[in-house]
């Protein structure tokens, strides 16, 4: 069952578990969160605005019409989305910004790289906790644009990998089964009434059983 975390007649939010698809693809053409969504009275037409891969958890906005859709589009690229990651290392400076291009793989069109040709990225970040013992950091990463696994790349290229990606080189140490990354937080204007909408979507028993043998905390 969907952990339905705001909804009203224009939209609403789920926090999607970790190994869900968001929308149907040729390799997943059924039971994804969408198919869940639409299975609902009244909710056959729906548009995802932003998308998560399936090993990452945590929230995900469904527009219920397509004006209101287009509208929201017009001001997603604004939007606060802030991110939720575990990564190996102590990461210092506290805060800062990672400006790096970013585009296809050439060896594996299914991974994105770091490259001159590619597009504009943006994400900032800030460290929230350090454990010493485990060697682990937890940040808080805000998305400025919204590139395919913007996130994991960026961490990645400034060698701070997030623990349990194994496309992106975080494989050690061992604490989380799958990437320690959690869409944890979106701001957005109402569609209809204007006023700031923020929702947060709370961390999933995985993630908090990996702080938990971290020794991090989430303040």
Request: charge should be positive; glycine fraction near 10%.
């Amino acid at each position: 069952m969907l952990e339905i975390l705001f909804e009203d007649e224009w939209l609403v939010a789920v926090n999607k578990p970790a190994g869900l698809v968001v929308h149907p693809t040729f390799k997943n053409v059924s039971g994804t969160l969408l198919d869940a969504l639409r299975d609902r009275p009244g909710s056959a037409g729906l548009f995802l605005l932003g998308r998560l891969d399936r090993l990452t958890s945590g929230l995900v906005l469904v527009v219920k019409d397509r004006e209101t859709y287009t509208q929201m589009q017009r001001s997603w690229g604004d939007a606060e989305k802030d991110y939720l990651a575990v990564v190996a290392g102590r990461v210092d400076p506290i805060c800062g910004e990672i400006d790096l291009p970013l585009g296809p793989d050439p060896a594996d069109r299914r991974r994105r790289v770091v490259r001159p040709d590619g597009a504009p990225s943006v994400t900032r970040f800030e460290r929230l906790a350090y454990s010493e013992a485990a060697g682990v950091s937890l940040l808080r990463c805000r998305l400025v644009t919204g590139r395919r696994h913007q996130i994991r790349v960026h961490l990645h290229a400034r060698g701070w990998p997030i623990v349990g990606d194994r496309v992106y080189g975080g494989l050690e140490p061992p604490l989380c089964p799958r990437q320690a990354l959690h869409a944890w937080r979106a701001v957005v204007p109402h569609p209809a009434l204007g006023e700031p909408l923020e929702i947060v979507a709370p961390l999933p028993s995985d993630l908090s059983g990996c702080l938990a043998a971290a020794g991090l905390r989430l303040t």
